[in-house]
């Protein structure tokens, strides 16, 4: 076709996006059967083979005109022309659609993936930085984990609105050779939407992040003032325990609570700057949540006067409790070191570590509920380092008592051995191998024992 006619093209081809390729319809493929090649040749036998409707004026020839026009020269010509014509088209489309592949990760890369990255790391890394995530070379740096900013998400969501901008520009169609026509709004539109669900990823995280927040606190806030408000009768250690736990909800929440409104206000902001449908109980709870949190933190130092005569007969018992355990565990230690699990004799040194371990988790036990009270009455605990000092050497003790029957066993096993068949050689390899391994004891151990 002559291009200066500007007639409409003849054919057209719609490119479409079936992830994770990009396919023409019908198929540019030379040898799919139902492809655009196939159909041209069967559109020239079609043209030819009328040829067979027209009788022969000589009847004494019984060959038909289209026997003498395949053979004719000019219609091989035209039709070798038409082929490499169409070849050259195809080839030109083929390229043309290699031109989109740029846009080929938001259908190859996984959003939930890339979601979990930002929401690690606080940005998009590159292909380097995920390959060296989880590297065991110490020589390589890798990435440093960091929450993501409200800029980095707004970064991320002008990226997709401004590549949806651009897609939506798009040609809808692309002519080749004047007569071949490829339809591109199919795969502009299946783009479109590709590029939707990653910007709405992004928007719907923050929708969530915020009611989610606001929901939690307000199942907070109900609680803690349920919790404050129960009556604390003198001498009611579990009640009075329950209200000094909310005490320290309320004081533990309190700074962070005091910071979220207005992060979540800000980003209830950008949500709406685009056009994100924000659920109207998140507007409800924004704007009654700051009130309640201001009431129940006030309900919270008004319990706190009143229940501290209670809390300050409380505290004289924890440290009461604390001054005896200290002495508990003092003498405790005393005893632990007399044990005969010390003495290379010891008959029974697993039976005697077994019966040690299970003094020491009640020790710890108790212990525990110390450190739990001091914590919630706000009293500083000591570290009960002695307790610990026994817990470190029992744990050495079997170490060291399992490389003790380690080696009585071998040495036993050896002397069932007939002299002519003893190895010399391989015994000295574990003697020295048992010797090795004695020497890579904690130094501790090595020390101590």
């Not at 299946?190 to 923050?206: D, F, I, P, Q």
């Not at 010891?346 to 570590?353: A, F, I, K, S, W």
């Not at 071998?410 to 010797?435: G, L, Q, Y």
Request: proline content about 4%; overall charge negative; charged content about 30%.
């Amino acid at each position: 076709m002559n291009p200066k006619n500007k007639l409409a093209p003849l054919f057209e081809a719609q490119l479409e996006l079936l992830e994770p390729d990009m396919v023409f319809c019908p198929s540019l493929d030379p040898n799919e059967e139902n492809g655009f090649m196939s159909m041209i040749n069967k559109l020239i036998q079609d043209i030819l083979k009328m040829s067979t409707l027209i009788q022969r004026i000589d009847p004494t020839k019984k060959d038909s005109y289209e026997t003498q026009i395949i053979g004719q020269q000019d219609v091989i010509e035209m039709k070798e022309e038409i082929l490499n014509g169409i070849e050259r088209v195809i080839e030109e489309a083929n390229d043309f659609c290699k031109t989109f592949e740029n846009y080929s990760y938001l259908w190859l890369e996984e959003r939930d993936a890339i979601m979990e990255i930002f929401l690690t790391y606080g940005r998009i890394l590159t292909p380097e930085e995920i390959d060296r995530i989880g590297s065991e070379d110490k020589e390589i740096i890798q990435p440093t984990p960091c929450a993501p900013k409200m800029e980095a998400f707004r970064e991320q969501i002008d990226h997709y609105e401004n590549l949806f901008m651009d897609i939506e520009e798009m040609d809808s169609y692309k002519v080749f050779n004047s007569w071949f026509q490829v339809d591109i709004r199919p795969f502009r539109q299946a783009l479109l939407n590709t590029v939707r669900k990653w910007g709405n990823m992004y928007k719907e995280h923050l929708v969530e992040n915020v009611t989610s927040s606001l929901s939690d606190l307000g199942n907070f806030i109900r609680k803690a003032d349920e919790g404050l408000l129960q009556p604390v009768p003198e001498g009611e250690y579990e009640a009075l325990v329950s209200v000094m736990g909310y005490l320290m909800n309320v004081k533990d929440r309190t700074l962070t609570t005091d910071d979220m409104f207005q992060p979540l206000t800000e980003t209830i902001e950008l949500l709406k700057f685009y056009d994100m449908d924000i659920p109207e109980e998140v507007n409800v709870l924004l704007q009654e949540l700051p009130e309640q949190w201001q009431a129940t933190k006030k309900l919270a130092i008004t319990v706190k006067q009143q229940v501290a005569p209670l809390q300050a007969a409380e505290v004289a018992g924890i440290r009461k409790k604390i001054s005896s355990f200290d002495s508990h565990v003092t003498y405790y230690r005393e005893v632990f070191k007399k044990y005969d699990f010390f003495k290379y004799e010891c008959d029974e040194p697993y039976l005697v570590m077994s019966r040690v371990d299970m003094e020491m988790l009640n020790l710890e036990d108790e212990m525990k509920g110390i450190q739990e009270s001091g914590s919630l009455f706000e009293v500083n605990v000591p570290e009960f380092k002695l307790l610990k000092q026994c817990r470190k050497e029992l744990r050495m003790l079997k170490q060291l008592w399992d490389y003790v029957y380690i080696v009585r066993t071998s040495i036993e096993d050896w002397k069932t051995t007939p002299w002519r068949k003893i190895d010399v050689e391989n015994m000295d390899i574990e003697c020295k191998k048992f010797a090795k391994e004695i020497r890579l004891l904690d130094k501790e151990m090595r020390r101590q024992f």
